[in-house]
């Protein structure tokens, strides 16, 4: 059976959403904007992950997003791990893939940093299937959640992996 295999990093999308707040050097409550860029900072006992905002005037502001505990135990760390900009989650042409032969695609969901119901990520990654026909074959079980039946409203955990069979 011929299958293609996706590696997902799930992260709330931004973007979209501006968020109101009062801007120091502007004076005056603005709009700030998903930069899409992530940083780290250290204490010793704590790693702090922030986003980075901006307004119109391209002052920024940081959001906490996560607090980590450090760790004695060192290890190498690629560049681009920490600082990088975040990339799009690649939209599916599963009608591409069959055509080409491909029977099944799995996706494996690395890491995520909010809430994603398995329905509704698919509906905005698979080009040509809508919201309703994915919750269908998750109910056939042409989709599967770690080798098994679920729901169409089943969130999305780190190291999940789903299955949708194409052919």
């Not at 299958?3 to 799930?10: D, Y």
């Not at 250290?42 to 307004?55: D, H, L, V």
């Not at 391209?58 to 997003?65: A, G, I, Q, R, S």
């Not at 975040?86 to 591409?96: D, Q, S, T, V």
Request: glycine residues 4%.
């Amino acid at each position: 059976m011929h299958t293609i295999e996706h590696t997902w990093v799930l992260r709330e999308n931004h973007e979209n959403q501006p968020v109101r707040r009062y801007c120091s050097n502007c004076g005056r409550t603005v709009l700030f904007f998903d930069t899409n860029i992530r940083r780290h900072n250290a204490n010793g006992k704590n790693i702090y992950r922030f986003a980075i905002y901006k307004c119109e005037k391209n002052h920024t502001w940081n959001e906490k997003l996560a607090i980590y505990k450090a760790f004695t135990d060192h290890r190498e760390v690629p560049d681009t791990e920490f600082g990088e900009e975040i990339a799009p989650l690649p939209i599916l042409p599963l009608l591409e893939y069959q055509e080409k032969g491909v029977q099944e695609v799995t996706i494996r969901i690395e890491s995520t940093e909010a809430r994603f119901r398995l329905d509704k990520l698919l509906s905005e990654q698979i080009e040509g299937w809508s919201r309703s026909q994915i919750a269908r074959k998750i109910k056939d079980g042409q989709i599967l959640l770690n080798e098994q039946e679920t729901k169409p409203s089943v969130v999305l955990s780190a190291a999940d992996i789903i299955q949708i069979r194409i052919g």
